[in-house]
């Protein structure tokens, strides 16, 4: 089903943006793992709108509230499920777009799928606000593999063509990233802020890319053909909405490269195969190798922008302008550099869930 992921933790996703709730699902977790309810909201408040310049200024606490599969702070083996109600929604700005869709957007695909009757208000099941349960998810996740020293980190790659520095592939620094403003270099950052300013004033967006790295990883992970690791991280990345592309590693650098550049050389260091560089980032054949895991997404710009735009009406079917109103991000870059963190920690985790008995950890 597409609101559904994962092979032995299912994780279902529900609701609309402007719905009385959103929420999600995780089922198949083992019972006595520890939660830290505390951690997790901190972790949720890196996504929540409404609290910085560069954001949209729809506000809302994004506070989960959980129905089942938690007790005295420990999963109960029960399936989890956990609400986010929506308070600060505004539904009449988007009345008008199941007629006259937004360019770039899934307006009109939506419309011709469910024959009119998808909910448009907030971008309904399309929008970026389902992310939050996704978050919920995630954050879970990554505080059980954080317990068993796996850690997972990202950062702003680039905004609007202005980068900031890459982690070390070979021994990436995760306390590096601030949560505030979550760049390495923050000469980048200050122009990437300046950046974001300019486009909301011109009633435009801009877009990005994250980079993402995973360390504590064990050889191992992961199954050819279609279960590697980059075909399981890359589906629930997808699902994040404007990602459009996803590369691991030197990506689509190694076009660029002789076998000879590209090979990672091994070496023995501390008792451990390692390779002297991480050109494949942490991943063989779909399998970890168990050097850090190294991937980056690319996010298009925020599709509702301010700029009066062409259009057509479906009923009518001639040309429209179209002016878009409602309260949208200038840029989803930084809110989503958590969302990256999450679906990561989700896809680490169900591929550990899914190892044989023989070569798995205890999680």
């Given at each position: 089903m597409s609101s559904t992921y994962g092979e032995s933790l299912k994780l279902s996703i529900f609701g609309q943006s402007h719905g009385p709730a959103i929420g999600m699902?995780?089922?198949?977790?083992?019972?006595?793992?520890?939660?830290?309810?505390?951690?997790?909201?901190?972790?949720?408040?890196?996504?929540?709108?409404?609290?910085n310049d560069w954001s949209t200024p729809r506000k809302e606490e994004d506070r989960p509230e959980f129905l089942s599969g938690l007790l005295d702070g420990y999963t109960c083996g029960a399936p989890i499920?956990?609400?986010?109600?929506?308070?600060?929604?505004?539904?009449?700005?988007?009345?008008?777009?199941?007629?006259?869709?937004?360019?770039?957007?899934?307006?009109?695909?939506?419309?011709?799928?469910?024959?009119?009757?998808?909910?448009?208000?907030g971008g309904g099941h399309f929008s970026g606000?389902?992310?939050a349960p996704l978050c919920i998810?995630?954050?879970?996740?990554?505080?059980?593999?954080?317990?068993?020293?796996?850690?997972?980190?990202?950062?702003?790659?680039?905004?609007?063509?202005?980068?900031?520095?890459?982690?070390d592939s070979i021994s990436p620094d995760l306390s590096s990233v601030p949560a505030d403003f979550p760049v390495i270099n923050k000469n980048s950052g200050e122009l990437m802020r300046h950046a974001i300013a300019?486009?909301?004033?011109?009633?435009?967006?801009?877009?990005g890319s994250i980079e993402c790295a995973i360390i504590g990883l064990p050889v191992g992970l992961g199954d050819p053909m279609f279960g590697g690791m980059e075909g399981r991280i890359a589906q629930i990345v997808y699902g994040i909405p404007a990602v459009k592309g996803v590369e691991f590693g030197l990506g689509f650098g190694v076009a660029q490269c002789r076998g000879s550049?590209?090979?990672?050389?091994y070496a023995i260091r501390d008792g451990e195969v390692v390779t002297l560089t991480n050109n494949a980032g942490g991943i063989l054949g779909g399998i970890t190798n168990g050097m850090p895991l190294i991937f980056r997404a690319a996010l298009k710009p925020t599709p509702s922008i301010a700029k009066q735009q062409q259009s057509i009406s479906i009923e009518k079917m001639e040309q429209m302008p179209l002016v878009v109103k409602g309260r949208h991000d200038p840029c989803i870059v930084p809110r989503a550099v958590p969302v990256v963190e999450a679906a990561a920690a989700i896809a680490i985790f169900d591929a550990i869930l899914s190892q044989p008995p023989r070569t798995r950890r205890t999680y």
């Open positions: 699902t995780l089922d198949g977790i083992p019972a006595g793992l520890p939660v830290d309810t505390d951690k997790l909201q901190t972790f949720l408040n890196r996504r929540a709108p409404g609290q499920a956990a609400v986010i109600y929506n308070k600060n929604t505004r539904s009449g700005d988007y009345s008008n777009l199941k007629d006259c869709p937004r360019p770039g957007h899934a307006d009109f695909t939506a419309q011709v799928k469910y024959d009119g009757y998808q909910d448009v208000a606000r389902l992310t998810a995630g954050g879970l996740c990554k505080q059980w593999l954080e317990q068993h020293g796996i850690h997972i980190a990202a950062h702003i790659a680039s905004i609007a063509g202005i980068c900031d520095d890459a982690f300019q486009a909301r004033s011109d009633g435009d967006s801009v877009g550049e590209n090979n990672d050389d």
